[in-house]
């Protein structure tokens, strides 16, 4: 019988006295919990890419529920998300326009001029430390090794003929992949912006026509036809602003390299062929 | 020296991971980036020192009086499960900070059998408290040192991803590779 009574008082016991203790914790040290948190975390997409500048959605929400943090700060979410944020925390929503990334580079290996013949590997912060900063000609261009993929969370990046290519469908404007690329080609544009600067190369003209026969040799052409005065020039290449142009594509028609194209939202103003 | 043993034997010659391979799961699912194996190496730390000088205690005060030492896997399953669930509560109220940087690694460790083998080598080896406190440390410590080892090629390895054969990419590799790491741990045998 003690074979049997041991076990069971001792295991019973332990069972027991550790779900006591357990029980008894659980009310004595309860964090109370804004249920503010939970709300806000509901709404959240829960993509956890950190866009934002916290750790993740739950992060997140805890700063926008103790108000530490903007309701307008998830890209992914976007304005309907801001409003919706902002409805629950009682504040006035800062509706802030959707961005998607743009690549300023279209020249591939094909095309562009190599500077010399690169087999190490594959991988662009591991060419940017060479000679010349990697095997294009061109110190500026995309190397194409795809360093930026892995950085997007959802998908929106691939290698087209050596050159990164952003699906607009699928950025969600988070902005990881310009962090990510070591050559500042990768930037974040408005996603109505009608047109938008292909090349990313700042030397003079002269410079540019002898690695690449597609660069912005900084004509600044683009920027005397703009009637909106929405584009300037800046380092030798044009900067557009958004939020003036109005598609009319003048720019598109004048440039001599065919630096600028229109994008999918242009394409839908100027009615003229986009990318 | 005998401690001194005790602790590296633990750490490198036995290594919970590469010798005895216990604790294989977490090697390999929170070793893709150096930042979670920092965070799971020092949980384990924790809770593994903790874990096993309790499982120590109920052995020895509760267990061996009555004769039951074979339900000493139940009883330690059931020791560690609630140790670290009262932690866990505890120190999400008084101490957050640690709490956020330990984060969901301690109710991951919870079932991680480095732990539950750490309790029961103590006890088969018939150490002390003092001496099942030191080992315990020495193993967790070789937990961490392998996994931050490991991570840090893992990192590389991800840089070199194009030149992986597809065959071996990702988890093949690593498996290789953590069979390589095994095998130079072989070279800690017998320096004791």
Known sequence: ?275 | MHWFELFFGAMLVNNIVLARFLGVCPFLGVSSRMGTARGMGLAVIFVITLASSMTWLVYYGILEPLGITYLSTMAFILVIAAVVQFVEIVMKKLWPALYRSLGIFLPLITTNCAVLGVAVLNVREGFGFVESLVHSVGTASGFMLALILFAGLRERMAEAAHDVPEALRGLPLSLVTAGLMALAFMGFQGIF
């Open chain 1, 1 to 275: 019988m003690e074979s049997l009574l041991y076990p069971m008082i001792a295991l019973g016991g332990l069972g027991l006295a550790f779900g006591l203790l357990l029980s008894f914790a659980s009310r004595k040290f309860a964090v109370p919990v804004d249920p503010k948190v939970a709300a806000v975390r509901a709404l959240l997409p829960g993509a956890n890419c950190g866009a934002c500048g916290f750790e993740g959605c739950d992060i997140y929400a805890e700063n926008v529920a103790a108000g530490k943090a903007e309701t307008n700060r998830c890209p992914v979410g976007g304005g309907e998300l801001a409003a919706a944020l902002a409805a629950v925390m009682g504040t006035e929503a800062e509706v802030q326009e959707k961005k998607v990334a743009s690549v300023r580079c279209r020249t591939s290996c094909e095309r562009g001029i190599e500077a010399y013949i690169y087999q190490g590997i594959r991988d662009c912060r591991k060419a940017t430390v060479l000679p010349g900063g990697g095997p294009n000609a061109c110190s500026y261009s995309c190397l194409g090794f795809g360093t930026c993929i892995p950085a997007c969370a959802f998908g929106a990046l691939s290698v087209q003929d050596g050159v990164i290519v952003v699906d607009r469908h699928l950025c969600v404007g988070c902005g990881k992949c310009v962090e990510a690329c070591p050559r500042g080609v990768l930037e974040m544009i408005p996603v109505s912006q009608p047109v938008r600067l292909a090349c990313n190369n700042a030397d003079k003209g002269v410079q540019v026509r002898e690695v690449c026969p597609e660069g912005c040799i900084g004509c600044g052409l683009c920027a005397k036809v703009c009637e909106a005065k929405a584009i300037e020039m800046r380092n030798n290449l044009p900067v557009i602003d958004g939020s003036l142009c109005v598609g009319c594509g003048k720019c598109v028609e004048k440039c001599p390299v065919k630096a600028i194209v229109v994008t999918p939202a242009g394409e839908e103003k100027t009615g003229a062929g986009g990318e």
